[in-house]
């Protein structure tokens, strides 16, 4: 379910980093989409923009409410999914790979290590009672 | 701090059908099953049923019933006939809404009246206390309080009434809108009404708490889709029903929520008349509109109303209309914007978004 490759936030964002590139991918999971249910709008920052870990990105909102992104890696947005604010429901069906959000180069690595595996981010979610 | 919620007869059905609980007014309740909008919109074409045991049943007996609840409620009650059923509003001596009910006159099988208040979940022990000393004084009277000894069911969508009928001794059919009387359900005996909160067609039914399971699953089994409280909310904001909390509140009056039919002044005493019949009497400062956004993001609750810069009003409802898939509104703004087509911008965490006044409701059935 949890894809063991990824990186995982307390914030239920996910990142994807390549090594040779310094480029992190981030999404959201399974389990945070499925809990905003009835997703209607999602705001995605300009490429350029700066982000920085534990700080928000973006915004998406559902027919209940609204969430703020959380950023789990500091850097300078690269790229960004376009085709997602058109159809949401990539974000139901594939929230690891279509459902991808932004590309960011980082500028500073070290925030990486606050990321969980995971097992351990499964665990946090079974805590808050899937 | 934690206290134990309170839990209705249905409560373990909804956690074995995978429903969402959440704390509504300190009853653990459903908000969805599977979600918001595939359940609005299956009560808005077919047939949704929705457990609202959460809400207040007051049942008041005796010859003193009548004049008791004539000074209780903003809505006459001196005339109503058996089987009909009143939207009133409980307001303090300075006009302010303490609740929004509504006002049955039922009949017993032997022919005697009663009469009931629902009220909302949220104000049931504010409108106890309320009562409480009024009822010491009162003469002829006995209130008793039925909300756990009952459950509360409501049927709605464009199939309600062919679905629950098979359940009822009587024609639904036959039953006028806000009217309701005793009939057996399933067999028990309760009371049906033709009420609900939805902009819908269907009914609410009143039952034993022993006996809901029984007829919700009866009601499941053909069709009826179970829906929570998210899309209630949802589909009584399409239909610009007010919610206690969010449009009405004690420093509210019935004028400014636009509730002045609710009103009975003339011929009658009731708590907070004097304050009312002064309100009526001048245009009130805002008024209660609809907005619709041409965006996606959606304006919440307390989220400013400008125009021109200048705070003009404020959010008390939003949401995401399913039914027309642009984000609504009800909002409380100052006269002077609240005609129909005025520019507004809503500031939704920092960034105005245009708005436009509409006509309430947002939704209204095919009839």
Same mark, same amino acid.
């Given at each position: ?18 090594? @040779? ?37 973006? !915004? ?15 850097? !300078?947005?690269? !790229?960004?999914?376009?085709?997602? @604010? ?6 139901? !069906? ?23 595996? @995971? ?12 | #701090? ?35 909008? %595939? ?28 004049? +008791? ?73 006995? #209130? ?8 509360? *069911? ?15 001794? *009587?024609?639904? =059919? ?18 049906? %009404? ?11 039914? #009143? ?43 004690? %420093? *509210? ?16 005493? +009731? ?39 200048? =705070? ?8 995401? %209309? ?6 609504? =509104? #009800? ?30 409701? +947002? ?5």
């Amino acid at each position: 379910m949890t894809p063991n490759e990824l990186l995982y936030a307390k914030t239920h964002e996910w990142t994807k980093v390549d090594s @040779a590139t310094k480029v992190a991918t981030i999404g959201v999971t399974a389990f945070a989409v499925e809990a905003l249910t009835d997703l209607v709008y999602i705001e995605l920052p300009a490429v350029g923009k700066k982000v920085k870990a534990g700080e928000p990105f973006g !915004e998406i909102e559902s027919v209940k409410a609204v969430s703020d992104l959380y950023s789990p890696v500091t850097g !300078e947005v690269i !790229e960004v999914n376009g085709a997602l @604010a058109g159809d949401l429901g990539v974000l139901n !069906e594939d929230p690891y790979t279509k459902g991808w959000m932004i590309k960011v180069r980082l500028t500073d690595e070290a925030p990486l290590g606050k990321l969980m595996s @995971a097992a351990d981010y499964e665990k946090q979610c079974s805590e808050e009672g899937h | #701090m934690t206290t134990e919620l309170a839990r209705t007869p249905l409560h373990d059905w909804h956690v074995a059908h995978g429903g969402r609980m959440v704390d509504f007014a300190g009853w653990s309740m459903p908000v969805q099953y599977t979600s918001i909008v %595939s359940e609005h919109q299956a009560t808005r074409t077919h047939c949704g049923l929705f457990d609202i045991s959460h809400m207040g049943r007051l049942r008041f007996d005796g010859p003193g019933a009548v004049p +008791f609840l004539d000074r209780l409620v903003t809505r006459r009650v001196t005339d109503m006939t058996p089987g009909r059923i009143r939207y009133g509003l409980v307001v303090n001596e300075q006009g302010g809404v303490l609740d929004d009910v509504l006002t049955y006159r039922l009949q017993d099988a032997g022919g005697g009246d009663y009469y009931c208040l629902v009220v909302n979940a949220g104000n049931r022990q504010k409108i106890l206390d309320w009562l409480a000393p009024r009822l010491a004084e009162a003469r002829d009277v006995t #209130m008793t309080d039925v909300t756990r000894n009952w459950a509360m *069911i409501a049927v709605q969508g464009p199939q309600a009434l062919e679905l629950v009928r098979p359940v009822l001794e *009587i024609d639904p =059919a036959a039953l006028k809108y806000y009217t309701g009387r005793e009939t057996r359900i399933a067999g028990h005996g309760g009371v049906v %009404s033709r009420t609900g909160y939805t902009g819908e067609d269907g009914v609410e039914l #009143m039952l034993g708490a022993n006996k809901a399971a029984e007829v919700w699953e009866r009601l499941i089994a053909v069709g009826g889709v179970a829906c929570g409280l998210g899309c209630r909310d949802t589909l009584r904001l399409e239909a610009a029903m007010p919610l206690y909390g969010h449009e009405l509140t004690e %420093s *509210i009056d019935p004028y400014t929520a636009d509730l002045g039919f609710a009103v009975d002044l003339e011929g009658r005493e +009731f708590t907070g008349r004097d304050a009312l019949r002064r309100l009526s009497g001048q245009p009130s400062a805002r008024t209660r509109v609809g907005l619709t956004l041409s965006g996606k993001r959606v304006p919440r609750e307390h989220f400013p109303v400008t125009k021109d810069g200048a =705070a003009v009003g404020e959010i008390t409802s939003g949401t995401f %209309s399913p039914t027309l898939d642009t984000p609504i =509104a #009800m909002a409380y703004v100052d006269r002077a914007c609240a005609a129909l087509d005025t520019k507004l911008m809503v500031d939704i965490r920092g960034r105005a978004e245009p708005a436009r006044v509409v006509k309430l409701p +947002f939704y209204r059935r095919q009839k």
